[in-house]
């Protein structure tokens, strides 16, 4: 079945005290946002990337492509919107035929070939597959109306990634609800209709840069994985 990944990478770099956006911001040698990319072409060549960045970030991102010799194969450009529910429902406007769409964090560089194939192979079978991880943290709820603290059963809960992935009926279809503010990722948003989400065991490694001790982990992995 045909496939697209929709890239959406809308970050400030507020968390990261600094004026460059983080899917910006440079891991060995270019912006983290081209690894990201590079991770699904070279998984699937064929695969059509459709790359969402805000209104105002998008000369800049041509202009780096230019300086770093970019041009990654079926590569849309399409603005994004007020929050990451409008970005994806931006990019799916480009979705034409019938395929498996994978919804993907820019700066989550270090996810794997493995993680991505498998995402993709669920969601062809079950209708939706979304990567995750246990929690090997000790856990405990708080309860900020009594200011309370309980210990809770770690096995009860995972960690969620991207690339989340779903049929193109399904994940219209899904984006044709209005926005509330409990879809938290796609998954909720797909949730909402009373689908049954399908878990599948992410990669470790698959962490979202968000703040400078993100970008240090995810720099010294990525010396371990290439050295």
Known sequence: MHKYAIIVAGGKGERMG?????????LAGKPILMHTIEKFNSTFPTIEIILALPENQIDFWKELCVLHTFNPSSHQLVCGGKTRFHSVKNALALVKQESIVAIHDGVRPLVSSETIIKSFNEAELKGNAIPSIGVIESLRHVSKQDDSNKAVARSCYQLIQTPQCF???????????????SFTDDASVVEALGEKINLVEGNKENIKITSPIDLKITEALFRVQFT
């Not at 956006?21 to 440079?26: D, G, T, V, Y």
């Not at 049929?167 to 503010?181: G, P, R, V, W």
Request: proline share 4%; glycine share 0%; net charge negative.
């Open 167 to 181: 049929t193109s009926a399904l994940i219209l279809k899904a984006y044709q609800q209005e926005f509330d503010e």
């Open 18 to 26: 600094s004026d460059t956006p983080k899917q910006f911001l440079e």
